[in-house]
């Protein structure tokens, strides 16, 4: 460790010789590390983003949407009708043992007023269970619970975008806001989500319960009753998703007295599946940025190379001194190796303080989330050691296996 | 006395292209432990090839040669290095010195590839520097010297690993009349002081009068080898000098 830190010194003060060509010849290594640091930060910033707002829809979140029906040839499209039903939500419920929880949701572009002011929104009617697919909570006030349900209470769970456009900074529970002309309790405020992994403001909403969105705000179906928009589902766990998707098809089905052959009438969606794509492309998109900034570190070992041949051409009379004094094939070679691997850890270290200030000053000017891991600044750490090495190699076993008598009399 | 060289038909071949060209053709002696020799002879004489297989930098192409009772011949590059390193001292005719390092420093190098302490190394280099009179400028740089003055810390650094025989390949070659007398004059002080045995290659008879046993090659071979009754003594040589830089010089001699 001694002998290491002696011939790091020796280096360091043979590099110093040529300060310009030591500090160009590290820039490569600088400019290739800051690089990968800055890249990898940046995917990694957008992964965890699209990871975050993929845990904002919900865990294991399964939809299903009234599908499309054909009536004599006309082929309507998802939702064009409505074919689900409470009854439907019960029965999954009760009968699929994948499935966690159900919650029927209605919805329907509303304007709500209080006061003198008024925003354009989307109301929701649901059931407590909606809180427990979504993940959602509160960040004041108590959601409406069953017996609310149960009663069409005239109660109302505001998104915090609402809040903020009607109440301002104050807080809105217990006061009463309109909905198309009916009067409703503010029970509460959600959490706020922030966007959904397609890009919806999830706090631009109204949560009232799904009894009195029907019969009083959105109008019910003429038809039958009991017809809901869609139904949220969770299935009891990751691996249980597609087990839970054939469960509720078969069921769905059945109830439907849809006849084998016949397409189905409902269409289901594994929401997470979807956005998990988008997750693995956002990966695929960091790893490619990281392998682009890699070129470049190994761009830079080819400059220390490079620069390394040029000065065991220069050097040739030093070593052949030091051979001619007992220097042996060792000797000469770790010199030259410690000096090479010298340039590109210095370069490192600088180009890593680089890399941490450029995804700094990325996520503050162009207000990408950048995130840099400590294994990643290890990584860059440990792969320009190896770049020293790897490219010092070849120039540090050209200068051992000089001839020592040519070597002390090349001019 | 017993002989620390001994050469025995000696041959070094070299090939440039298709033609070998013959160098040393056969060459037998032996140096005397203690000896203080001169190897003299015209450019192309093989004196240089000659001063390259003695220092074990270079391998003849047959013969033997035995230094300190080692057979060289069959010695590996390390191997080479390590005896290099162990028993032999060189002084080059343009110093060879590390430019930007100090002289202590450039006396050290040959301790650097042992496991000498840095602490010794540095006790011992400076002694040499003292022993070639060259205290008080231990930390001057080869630029800061003057010839003489970098010929010496040259001579240090043969001599800080205390070697058997120190190797000169034309030593005042660089150097004035006056400053070849003081370093001929040390050479002879450690020859009889420290019983180092000399072996000085030069072109320049007054160079070689210095010496006890003077060998003449011509193409290749061993023209002359006689012994030198009266060898000249440069302290006396130096005194009778007219003094150019008298107190500082003379007095480290």
Redesign the interface.
């Known amino acids: 460790m001694n002998k290491l830190i ?1 011939s790091m010194k020796i280096a360091l ?1 043979a590099l110093k ?1 040529n300060r310009t060509r030591s500090a160009l010849t590290m820039l490569g290594i600088i400019i290739g590390v800051a690089a990968v640091i800055a890249m990898v930060g940046v995917g990694a910033g957008a992964t965890t983003r699209i990871q975050q707002q993929i845990q904002s829809i919900g865990s294991n979140l399964i939809i299903v949407l009234p599908g499309s029906i054909s009536s004599n040839g006309v082929r309507l499209g998802s939702g064009g009708v409505s074919s689900l039903t409470e009854d439907d939500a019960k029965a999954i419920a009760a009968e699929c043992p994948s499935v966690a929880a159900v919650a029927p949701t209605v919805r329907g572009g509303v304007q709500v007023v209080f006061g003198n002011s008024n925003w354009a929104t989307t109301a929701q009617g649901v059931t407590p269970e909606y809180m427990t697919i979504r993940d959602s909570t509160m960040m004041s006030g108590e959601f409406f619970t069953a017996q609310d349900v149960d009663a069409a209470a005239k109660s109302a769970v505001l998104g915090e975008t609402v809040a903020q456009n009607l109440f301002g900074g104050s807080d809105p529970t217990g006061q009463v806001v309109i909905i198309k002309n009916v009067p409703f309790t503010v029970a509460g405020v959600l959490t706020p989500k922030g966007q959904s992994p397609s890009g919806q403001d999830q706090d631009d909403v109204i949560l009232i319960p799904i009894s009195t969105a029907k019969q009083k705000v959105l109008g019910g179906n003429r038809a039958n009753a009991k017809a809901v928009g869609t139904l949220m589902v969770q299935a009891i766990g990751p691996q249980a998703m597609d087990q839970a998707l054939q469960e509720m098809t078969a069921l769905l089905r059945e109830r439907h007295r849809i006849l084998p052959g016949l397409e189905d009438d409902f269409t289901i969606r594994n929401l997470t599946e979807v956005f998990a794509a988008q997750e693995t492309s956002a990966q695929v998109m960091s790893i490619l940025l990281g392998a682009i900034a890699s070129v470049s570190l190994i761009v830079g070992g080819i400059g220390i190379m490079n620069i390394m041949l040029v000065s065991v051409t220069e050097r040739t ?2 070593i ?12 000469i070679l770790s010199q030259f190796l410690v000096e090479a691997v010298t340039l590109s850890l210095l370069g490192g270290i600088v180009g890593i303080l680089v890399g941490l200030t450029a995804s700094l000053l990325i996520s503050h000017f162009a207000q990408w989330s950048t995130e840099v891991s400590p294994l990643s600044v290890l990584m860059a750490f440990v792969f320009s050691a190896l770049v020293g090495v790897f490219f010092g190699y070849y120039p540090a076993r050209k200068a051992a296996f000089l001839d ?2 040519e070597a ?1 009399r090349y001019e | 006395m017993a002989a620390i060289i001994e050469i025995k038909d000696l041959v070094k071949d070299y090939r440039l292209g298709e033609v070998p060209v013959h160098v040393l053709k056969g060459i037998s002696f032996d140096i005397e432990r203690g000896d203080f020799v001169s190897i003299m002879g015209p450019s192309g004489s093989g004196k240089s090839t000659l001063m ?1 297989i003695l ?1 074990c ?2 391998k003849p192409t047959s013969g033997s040669y035995k230094l300190d009772g080692i057979s060289v011949g069959n010695l590996n ?2 191997q080479l ?2 005896i ?3 028993k032999i001292g ?1 002084v ?1 005719q343009l110093f ?1 010195l ?1 430019a ?1 390092t100090s002289a202590a420093e450039n006396v050290e ?2 301790l ?3 496991d000498t302490p ?1 602490r010794e190394r540095h006790e011992r280099a400076m002694k040499a520097l003292l022993a070639v009179g060259l205290a008080g400028q231990e930390f001057h740089q080869p630029s800061q010297l003057s010839g003489g003055q970098q010929q010496r810390v040259a001579i240090a ?1 043969a001599l800080v ?1 205390d070697p058997r025989i120190i190797l000169a390949d034309e030593p005042t070659g660089a150097l004035d009349s006056r400053t070849s007398i003081e370093i001929m004059a040390i050479f002879q002080r450690l020859n009889r002081e420290e019983g180092i045995t000399m072996i000085v290659v030069t072109h320049d008879p007054d160079v070689a009068s210095y010496s006890n046993r003077n060998i003449h090659f011509k193409d290749g071979k061993l023209q002359r080898d006689e012994r030198i009754a009266q060898p000249r003594e440069a302290r006396k040589d130096l005194e009778q000098l007219p003094a150019a830089q008298p107190e500082e010089e003379l007095a480290s001699v």
């Open positions: 002696a003060r010789v009379r030093e052949g001194l030091r051979q001619a004094v007992g220097a042996k094939t060792r000797d020592p008598i002390l | 390259n220092g930098l270079d590059r390390d290095a390590e290099r390193n162990k060189f080059f060879n590390l930007r190098l040959p650097m590839y042992t840095a650094r690993n």
